[in-house]
């Protein structure tokens, strides 16, 4: 058998056999019979105005008011994507489905405004709809007119082909600094190793409904009853998540604000608004970061470089949220669409650290960098396949530059490839000889049931391997249960707008060893 690594077809295909297809005969039967049982509604209506005298096309007028007014109330209700969920393209190709596709939008948008949220945005979904639907109908007229007249065409359509020129990013040479031995050394390629490592001192963490009703709820410091929290918008909700996370773990690490240094922060919306306008009022000078789901590990390897260049204290944060995240990179929530089996579920949750050079806790012992690896895979709803392979990439230089191997530690956790990532990464630790099925799991898979809870392959985003570390993970390392432990979060480094112009999604893998 092939390395599925050798090349990016080879990882394609290896993916495709990897990946559970959707239930299609299932899918298309239910279809059928809501399709069916939604146009056997409209057909009762169109029967009763015939009935009280109304002639053809006035009766197919009103049925279109109707079943149109129906679909809206429903969206509004939050049924109809339930409705969408289960009857997929049966309740999407009626009128009813266009009629959602308006709707939705302005609801989701409502808090931007009525010009600028729901006037600008009411037509995300639909709008693409209503251009090729009157355009395909604008070229059809000609031409049956063109035909219908006798006429013969005189018009000839060419097809061109818009030169489009991809260009490529400078990748600028990486230049080797020099490392103070006496402080941290550098280890192989991409791994450093702290001599006097810094401390873990406390954590914290908030999660949301949907990750108080899993395996893991009993761990988190706050659960939230619902996804707004008293907040007018998701966005709002989450910079509240974040803020109230941070004050827990101030509170809880009893290290007064004014001597916390730094603070590392960041999440999935554009400029990392979650975190700024959420840690505005703290007065610690802070460094907005950006790594996707890989962004809290990120944080505290920047941290612990500081910490061992001097300071005293740090702050790491990351979170997300399901529905900032759903409106952001893919539809609104009140859609009705179906979700493919390999997609993952965006974490509502926000978790911190507090590293510190001194004081009792686990250590930060080694640190190992992750490189951008993009094997060519572009379906946005399975980016544990996109990002395994960095994952693998980061493991395998870390057991290179260490020396270690996989059962040197107690746990080797990823965050957040879910279901299939993980199926995938074991696979090929498996063929480059190292065996880490007994030792290892993932964030994603450890936040929610899979039996009880419809999350697909799994959880995603900044928070969930925040929140997996600073709830679960720490009190594991706290009461050594496990005193040795391989993090590497995962991060997939793309946007709506990338997956739009066809671009692959490149994944991102950053470690830390934490050790009692």
Known sequence: MNNPLDTQKDYQEYVNQKSPNSPILKN?????????????????????CLYKGLDETACGTVVSIILIAISAFLTGLNIFNKIGKFAGAGSLVPITGFANSIVAPAMEYKSEGYIMGVGAKMFTVAGPVLVYGISTSIIVGIVYFL?????????????????????????SE??????????????????????TPPTVLETACIAGPKEADGPLAKYFDQCLEDEMWGEKSWEKAESKIVKQTVNTLISKSGIPSDKIEYCFAGDLLNQCISSSFGLRELNVPFYGIFGACSTFVEGMQLASVFIE?????????????????ERQFRFPLELGNQRPPTSQWTVTACGSAMLAKNGDGPKITHITTGKIVDMGIKDANNMGAAMAPAAFDTLMTHFSDTGRKPSYYDAILTGDLGHIG????????????????????????????KSTQDTHSGGSGCGCCASVFSGYLFEQLKTKKLNKILLIATGALMNSMSSQQGESIPGIAQAIAIEN
Request: net charge positive; aromatic share 14%; with cysteine.
């Open 28 to 48: 298309c039967f239910n279809a059928f019979w809501v399709g069916g049982l939604i146009c056997s509604i409209g057909q009762i209506i169109f029967s009763f």
């Open 422 to 449: 993980k199926d995938i990464l074991i696979d090929l630790s498996q063929d480059a000889g190292y065996n880490i099925k007994s030792v290892y799991n993932d964030c994603g898979v450890l936040i929610f049931d």
């Open 174 to 195: 990486i230049k080797k600094e020099r490392i103070d031995k006496f402080i941290m050394e550098k280890l192989g390629k991409q791994t450093i190793k702290f001599n």
């Open 309 to 325: 260049g001097g300071i005293n204290y740090a702050i790491c944060s990351a979170s997300s949220h399901f529905c900032s995240s």
């Open 147 to 171: 035909f219908n007249c006798n006429g013969v065409l005189v018009w000839i359509f060419r097809l061109g082909t818009v030169p489009f020129t991809k260009k490529n990013r400078p990748q």
